[in-house]
């Protein structure tokens, strides 16, 4: 019976390092594409809010940041962090990065 063990509570294999699910540590060319899709479509919302006349302080702030195909590669696919090596890390590493607005420049000092 303590065999069997399924759902959460599962023993991880010794061969993954006790650690069985994974993130991977490069973006495949698919993970890259909807990370360059999903910049394309908040640029598209930004054109439309601002072709509709409306004005605001967030709107503005959207404005000033870099189209997605004005961004470098480095800006696409990773973002800043104090914590890891050279304060970059892979965009596929920050918790529910698909739904997360992620900064899409450094900030100065870095």
């Not at 061969?15 to 540590?25: C, V």
């Not at 992620?102 to 900030?107: E, L």
Request: proline share 6%; aromatic share 6%; hydrophobic share 35%.
């Amino acid at each position: 019976m303590l065999g069997s063990c399924l759902g959460a509570f599962r023993p991880t294999l010794a061969a993954l390092g006790g650690k069985e699910w994974r993130i991977p540590w490069r973006l495949s060319s698919t993970r890259k594409a909807n990370v360059r899709k999903r910049l394309r479509e908040v640029d598209s919302v930004v054109d439309t809010l601002v072709a509709s006349g409306v004005r605001c302080r967030q709107l503005d702030l959207a404005r000033a940041q870099p189209r997605e195909h004005e961004m470098l590669p480095r800006d696409k696919y990773t973002t800043f962090s104090r914590t890891a090596a050279n304060h970059r890390k892979g965009v596929h590493k920050v918790p529910h990065f698909t739904k997360r607005a992620i900064p899409r420049t450094t900030p100065t000092g870095f």
